[in-house]
């Protein structure tokens, strides 16, 4: 197991930054995420650690040395690739055992690791067959194991689910948490998927134009994030944004939106005191199962909005409503046994706890209600 430390990574092609010094401290047996959108940095990241590509400047230590020099094949860090790479002439067993040939392993410790390995990924009935004759699935456990049986001290995974249907990735990504956790190996894993991001990583770096936006475990970024970047990435569905206008009544804060007043929590009030005279103009964000959705006005409280529903989403025991206020789309996870249909009006609430407030200047959050 080990630790790994960027200091000011930078990575340039020509005057522009796929990486922007980034700093990051990953523990020992930390299973870390790269998520973002394409050209984040995140893969670009990933090849500097593992020497695929070379850094424009800052410095990459493991276990406290420095390695910006150090060629890829001695760094002792094992790659798992979104392609597999696995060497198409070579049985699964060849494609497993390869890298403790070339460290001229003998043979018999050779065969009780690729015994043990395969028995590990459930391949062993596989050993003969060729790269051509497996399913997608099969061959990334194959890619995986070639990397486990080396014993590197860093595993390095670029978006290895990505070829695999929505049932797979699912049983996958449990797979590969699972091994982790039990082989203790210090692992950063780069998707693009969010979903991925929040199930698997103890924590996450979202990275935007070749910086890092926030870090942290995955309930810290969906419960606080600190821009209107990160609020918008993560969560499925996303969070639902409206502009706002923060004002002052009776020496008190007070939030509006163009269909109404918005409730605020008393955490919020203090902080939107805070706020620069001249900052009036907010984005306020919150998430679909913080938007109380009531079938009749009787129901709901007097600061409620009348919406219609417009699409009724079904995903089993939740359902996901949806309708506009005023210009702006606000989508709603409720209970599917409530009964929705489309068409129907609805008063909506927003959870005033689960409120964020952005600057639409700075898109950094400003206030919130936990």
């Not at 593992?50 to 493991?62: D, H, N, P, Q």
């Not at 309930?219 to 969560?235: H, K, R, T």
């Not at 923060?246 to 009030?269: L, M, N």
């Amino acid at each position: 197991m080990s630790t790994v430390v960027c200091k000011k990574l930078t990575k340039m092609f020509g005057d522009s930054y796929a990486v922007k010094e980034l700093d990051l401290e990953i523990n020992d047996g930390e299973f870390l995420v790269l998520v973002g959108p394409s050209g984040c940095g995140k893969t670009t990241t990933l090849r500097m650690l593992a020497g695929l590509e070379r850094v424009s400047s800052g410095e990459i230590f493991l276990d406290g040395q420095l390695i910006n020099r150090v060629p890829p094949r001695n760094r002792d860090i094992a790659v798992v690739f979104q392609n597999y790479a696995l060497y198409p002439h070579k049985s699964v067993a060849g494609n497993l055992s390869y890298a403790l040939k070339l460290r001229k392993t003998p043979k018999s410790e050779i065969e009780a690791k690729v015994r043990q390995i395969s028995d590990m990924l459930a391949i062993g009935h596989l050993l003969d067959r060729m790269p051509h004759e497996l399913s997608g699935g099969q061959r990334q456990r194959v890619a995986l194991g070639r990397a486990i049986i080396r014993e590197p001290k860093l595993f390095l995974m670029d978006e290895p689910l990505s070829n695999l249907d929505a049932k797979l990735r699912l049983q996958t990504r449990g797979e590969i948490v699972r091994l982790q956790h039990r082989l203790g190996t210090t692992t950063v894993y780069v998707t693009h998927d969010q979903i991925e991001a929040m199930t698997m990583g103890d924590r996450i770096v979202v990275m935007h134009n070749g910086v890092v936006q926030q870090i942290g475990s995955p309930s810290d970024l969906y419960v606080n994030p600190v821009n209107l970047f990160v609020a918008g990435f993560l969560g499925s569905p996303p969070m639902n944004f409206f502009d706002a206008q923060v004002s002052t009544e009776a020496g008190e804060p007070v939030v509006t939106a163009r269909f109404g007043r918005i409730p605020i929590a008393p955490k919020t009030a203090a902080m939107l005191n805070e706020l620069a005279a001249g900052e009036r103009d907010v984005v306020c964000g919150i998430r679909p199962e913080d938007v109380i959705v009531h079938h009749s006005a009787d129901d709901a409280g007097p600061e409620a909005h009348r919406m219609t529903i417009e699409l009724v989403e079904m995903v089993g025991a939740d359902s996901y409503v949806s309708g506009t206020l005023d210009d702006r789309l606000i989508l709603a996870r409720v209970a599917t046994e409530r009964g929705w249909r489309e068409g129907q009006p609805v008063w909506v609430e927003f959870d005033p706890a689960r409120l964020h407030i952005f600057s639409k200047q700075t898109e950094s959050r400003v206030a919130f209600g936990l």
